[in-house]
């Protein structure tokens, strides 16, 4: 297993975001833990040791095989600052047996009705000392009911639905932490024990999780004060729960549970409603609005709780939740200029010169901002700036000055001989494009996760003005139109003319995950399988390209270079041409986290090869060029493959480099 104290910073660098930095230059990585077991039951054990090390006087015991009647035990087991504990239905287990020994619990909650928690798991509690009672129901509805009159409804109450289980984990910490019991609705109607439940209480508030598709309009006019939190899906949702109550949450640590299976993060979210931590519920995909709202709280996030094992959460979508997603545009034909290479990462080459910035990890007072010959000779000092990301347009460089965690970092610009350096604007811009006079970029503001804007200004800081205000990623200027997924309408393609005007939807395919423009073509992963697909620039012409779910997508001349993923994790190394014909495999050994295209050779890497390997763009001459190490991102500048691997020290993202051919592996200073 990788180690998982880095992960933050290994997910960022491993798209480009900052080879050379982390956001978190002065402060210590999340810690990062993840508790599992062997299965569900031993997991459970496990969250319970973790939250609860000495005794308990309560327990809540829940079934662990079948989710309703479980929904509501959250707010049950904050009540009582009691763990929960699932019961295999017809048996009490071992496990959840042995920690009611080691808690010395004195009195159980059993949530369910007997054909849930079947009699035979109370007579065991009870042979062991234990008094039970039971809060059940006729059916679902009921159990939830009756779990709500031991609760109350001073703070409120919570409607989720009644078939799935997702929206109810994503705000049970929340409602734990707040005593709002979690009642469990179908669409339509009021089941008659939820009226009894209801009668005669004055309810202040009520929170109906998901739209009218999910809890019907004539539903909700039945209740008080009703508050709706929906999303376009079970992620959205989830992220807008937690942005609902954002002012009572603790994000200092963030827990992570599988979306597709409820007992982790129900045994979970007793152990986050103690600390009043949010879930982040994971599918076998990061969401990218669910990486958009984090980048909002990477300050506050202090340690990462991840429940359950690989089979739920893979390592790398794992770390892939933390992807900088509002700042890459490492795939962005994002400048008009020719013949520079990685403009707008970390180290960009023009000519003969490249350019990058170091520090220390200590101080950024250390920092310092070079460019060198791409031999590595001729270093020179540009400025005693951190710069973070990096862009060049003729003579001039634009950088994001990085000042600090907490500080508000600002998009400068200097002639590339280190003079004339000033601010452009206090913006830190994503998806910069150069025409003329005028730089076009967006900026997704950090402090209000809500506001993301399209902006158009001039190259000497004057003339600011939003253009659009939409989540707009992979922003790319060609021929006077600007194109983008558009976040807002389920990351759907667009184009709108760089005034903001005629906007015009291409394509209603999701290309949350990527999107690039070469030639008279759009080329795009969709979010569903992550296949490869194109469309001409005005919609037309839709083309699946491959059936891969691809990544590290490189379009070098008449042929697209990727890695094909499979349920391991592991990349193949694949070549096809632009029009998806003579698609092969060039090599079997893992290149998941970077690709990286340079004449006639490609230079990969993956967390399973070990290593950084190079082999000819036809498949032969495959090597192993580097010494053993876990490489999270590399670029092929001049004579010279620069990279980040996670075993560097204390990981205060030092930048390494070696030639082609494997040899002088060194630091940079």
């Keep these: 297993m990788l180690k998982k104290k880095f992960c933050l910073l290994v997910s960022v660098a491993a798209v480009g975001l900052s080879m050379l930095c982390t956001s978190k230059v002065n402060a210590a990585s999340p810690e990062v833990k993840r508790i599992w077991g062997a299965d569900r ?66 009195h159980a909650f059993i949530v369910g009705g007997t054909a849930v928690i079947t009699p035979s798991v109370e007579n065991t509690m009870k042979s062991m000392g234990i008094t039970t009672e039971r809060l059940s129901g006729q059916d679902r509805n009921g159990t939830s009911a009756a779990v709500a009159e031991k609760i109350g409804t001073d703070n409120g109450v919570i409607l989720t639905t009644d078939n799935d289980f997702t929206d109810a984990l994503s705000i049970a910490p929340i409602a734990a932490r707040y005593q709002m019991p979690i009642i469990l609705m179908p669409k339509d109607g009021i089941p008659g024990s939820v009226e009894k439940f209801m009668a005669g209480k004055n309810i202040s508030k009520t929170y109906i999780i998901g739209g009218a598709d999910v809890i019907s309009e004539d539903t909700a006019l039945k209740f008080s004060n009703v508050e709706r939190i ?82 739920g959460i893979k390592e790398l979508h794992e770390q892939d939740v933390f992807n900088g997603a509002s700042d890459d545009n490492s795939n962005s034909t994002s400048t008009t200029e020719v013949g520079v290479e990685n403009n707008g990462s970390a180290i960009v080459k023009q000519g003969n010169w490249v350019y990058y910035s170091v520090n220390d990890g200590k101080s950024l007072s250390t920092s310092k901002f070079y460019k060198e010959k791409s031999d590595g000779s001729d270093k020179v000092k540009l400025s005693n700036d951190f710069a973070k990301k990096i862009w060049i347009d003729g003579d001039y460089i634009y950088y994001i000055n990085y000042y600090g965690e907490n500080q508000k970092n600002c998009f400068y610009k200097m002639k590339n001989d280190g003079s004339e350096r000033s601010e452009v604007t206090n913006d830190a811009p994503v998806y910069v494009n150069f025409q003329d006079d005028c730089i076009y970029y967006a900026k997704y503001n950090k402090v209000d996760s809500d506001k993301f804007s399209i902006y158009k200004i001039k190259k000497d800081g004057t003339g600011k003005q939003a253009i659009g205000n939409e989540h707009g990623m992979y922003l790319t200027l060609k021929d006077g139109w600007l194109y983008y997924a558009n976040l807002d309408d389920g990351s759907k393609i667009y184009k709108m003319r760089t005034d903001g005007s005629d906007k015009k939807l291409l394509c209603n395919d999701s290309a949350e995950n990527y999107m690039n423009i070469i030639g008279n073509w759009i080329y795009y992963c969709d979010n569903e399988n992550n296949n490869l697909y194109r469309i001409k620039l005005d919609g037309s012409e839709k083309q699946k390209l491959n059936n891969s779910k691809s990544r590290n997508i490189n379009i070098v001349g008449n042929y697209i270079y990727y890695s094909s993923i499979d349920d391991n994790d592991n990349g193949l190394l694949c070549k096809m041409k632009l029009d998806g014909s003579e698609n092969r495999t060039l090599s079997d050994v893992d290149c998941s986290t970077a690709i990286e295209v340079q004449g006639d050779y490609i230079y990969c890497s993956g967390f399973n090869s070990n290593g950084i390997y190079k082999v000819k763009n036809d498949g032969t001459g495959y090597e192993k060029i580097s010494e053993d190490k876990y490489v999270i991102s590399l670029y092929v500048l001049g004579d010279w493959v620069y990279h980040v691997d996670l075993m560097s020290g204390n990981m205060t993202s030092k930048l390494y480099r070696m030639k082609l051919n494997g040899s002088l592996d060194q630091i940079v200073q």
């Design 230 to 311: 929906d999303g376009k899906d079970k992620y959205e949702r989830n992220i807008n729960i937690i942005k609902a109550f954002g002012d009572k949450v603790n994000f200092s640590n963030v827990c992570m549970a599988y979306s597709e299976q409820f007992a982790d993060a129900l045994s979970g979210s007793a152990f986050a409603a103690q600390g009043a931590n949010p879930i982040i519920l994971m599918g076998d995909k990061s969401s990218e609005y669910t990486k958009y709202f984090l980048t909002t709280k990477e300050s506050e996030i202090k340690n990462i709780t991840v429940f359950g094992g690989t089979s």
């Design 41 to 106: 039951y031993e997991t459970c054990s496990k969250i319970v040791q973790e939250g609860w090390k000495s005794t308990s006087e309560y327990a809540v015991i829940v079934n662990g095989e079948n989710f309703p009647d479980a929904l509501s035990s959250s707010v049950l087991a904050k009540k009582y600052n009691a763990p929960i504990l699932l019961a295999k239905g017809s048996i009490l287990g071992d496990k959840t047996y042995n920690e009611l020994k080691r808690l010395k619990v004195q």
